[in-house]
């Protein structure tokens, strides 16, 4: 039985910071910005106060590293905020509806020597209507589809025996935001704060967000741990990603200063305006699973050989008991 499954790893530049590389880089492909001897280093594509109707023209740097021959795919798409917080460009299939529409590049398929760096150009129509504020799309570019075999064990993942075909991409991006000028709009809601555990058991905070304004917004806030007699007892700060305009997510943080107890948890996000703090608070109870301690084990255990051998010499007796009584009916 053949199976083809495929697997899609996205690595894009976070963060722009002087401790780290102007570049996204993944398996020795780097893409980037073009950036001359004289020209500030950028991390991505950003342009503001862009009029609708505009044109901009601009160039992208892909990078071999290796020190094989690549073959490579260059394409553009659009951007969103991920179902947990966080920029995310869309799949290869989605339907492309926005900046990854707008972008046309020089080429769509590169070939690189070991080492040789490729600059091709970009081309960005801005639609004549177009809403004022943020947008965003991605630039990606990947490597042909690497192959790799493997045979399924009688059973394995709930499957028959067979192979199954393991189609492995790695996309590596670059971030393009467009800001269109006009007013621009920071409101954000914050709807709800809930607790919960994840799969793996582990205990979360969900901040439940909506951004309803036009400017894309990376909100940061405290949490703050209350016992049942309202007396604080941590405050952590926490970085609730990127949301997108009208676009709602629910960002999970983890809650690592475990305790047994009653609680009652403040999420607390400053209004992106500057106008007061935007609150939430949800109340919950938490026991950490006692483990047992070896002295606990050991003595469990020994219950348990003890009603065994007990078990055993009762069976034995009656065993022995009724051997007798059959020999004395023979004689």
């Known amino acids: 039985m053949n199976k083809k499954i495929h697997f ?12 780290i590389t102007f570049s996204a880089t993944s398996g020795g492909i780097g ?7 004289k020209d500030a280093k950028r991390a991505w594509f950003i342009y503001e106060n ?44 989605a339907k492309i509806t926005g900046v990854g529409g707008w972008m046309t590049l020089g080429a769509s398929k590169l070939s690189l020597k070991p080492g040789e760096q490729k600059v091709i150009s970009l081309k960005i129509r801005i639609p004549e209507k177009v809403g004022i504020g943020d947008h965003a799309g991605t630039i990606l570019v990947r490597r042909e589809t690497s192959t790799e075999t493997r045979k399924i064990q009688n059973g394995e993942d709930g499957d028959e025996k ?22 621009l709009i920071k409101k ?24 309803e304004g036009n400017t894309r917004l990376t909100p940061k806030g405290t949490l703050e741990i209350y016992d049942s007699e309202n007396k604080l007892l941590e405050t952590t700060d926490i970085d609730l990603r990127e949301i997108f305009p009208y676009t709602e997510t629910t960002v999970p943080v983890e809650w690592k200063n475990l305790r047994d107890g ?57 065993m022995i008991l009724m051997i007798l009584v059959m020999k004395r009916k023979r004689k």
């Open 50 to 93: 862009v009029k609708p109707g505009a044109i901009i023209n601009d160039q992208v740097t892909v990078t071999n590293t290796t020190k094989e021959l690549l073959n490579l795919v260059i394409y553009p798409v659009d951007a969103e905020t991920a179902r947990d917080g966080g920029y995310a460009p869309k799949a290869d299939d």
């Open 162 to 183: 067979g192979e199954t075909t393991l189609n492995i991409i790695t996309r590596i991006g670059a971030r393009v935001y467009i800001t269109i000028a006009g007013q």
């Open 188 to 211: 954000l809601s914050f709807d709800e704060l809930t607790f919960g555990k994840d799969r793996a058991g582990k205990p979360f905070f969900y901040f439940a967000l909506a951004n």
């Open 31 to 37: 893409i980037t910005p073009y950036y001359g001897p």
């Open 8 to 19: 899609f790893t996205l690595l894009i530049l976070f963060g722009l910071q002087t401790a």
């Open 262 to 318: 009653k609680f009652v948890a403040k999420g607390i996000i400053p209004d992106p305006n500057g106008e007061g703090r935007l609150v939430a608070t949800t109340a919950f109870e938490w026991i950490i699973p006692k483990i047992p301690t070896p002295v606990e084990i050991n003595s469990t255990m020994q219950q348990l050989l003890i009603g065994a051998g007990i078990l055993i010499f009762i069976l034995f007796t009656i």
